[in-house]
């Protein structure tokens, strides 16, 4: 993928994230990313009509630091899909909204 096709797809990405977001309980996750630089790498529906918004971000997401720093709500939960074909993640899902966070799998 060129230099600039990926850049602007993720000014795309960023864009859509910024008219759409997420739901308000992982709002606070994204915003903090989004305040220390982190690039937004896509947003969307990823896989399934099971999903909503799915926001990805550049990198290594802690999740663990971000849990114990953040006053998530019940319904958000860790995500870790450590996949050997179809790519893998971590971050963060919403069972309510089924909307998530994401970055890449250690």
């Known amino acids: 993928m060129s230099a600039a096709f990926q ?3 993720r000014i795309r990405a960023r864009a859509e994230y910024l008219r759409v977001g997420v739901c308000p309980h992982l709002r606070p996750v994204a915003e903090l990313l989004l305040q220390q630089g982190r690039p937004i790498t896509f947003f969307g529906q990823p896989w399934t009509k099971n999903c909503r918004h799915w926001i990805y971000f550049e990198g290594v997401i ?3 630091e ?3 720093n953040l006053s998530l709500e019940e319904c958000v939960a860790i995500h870790r899909h450590r996949g050997t074909h179809d790519g893998s993640e971590q971050g963060f899902i919403c069972s309510l909204d089924n909307d998530g966070v994401m970055g890449d799998h250690p």
């Open 7 to 9: 850049d602007e797809s």
């Open 62 to 64: 802690d999740v663990e």
């Open 66 to 68: 971000l849990k114990r």
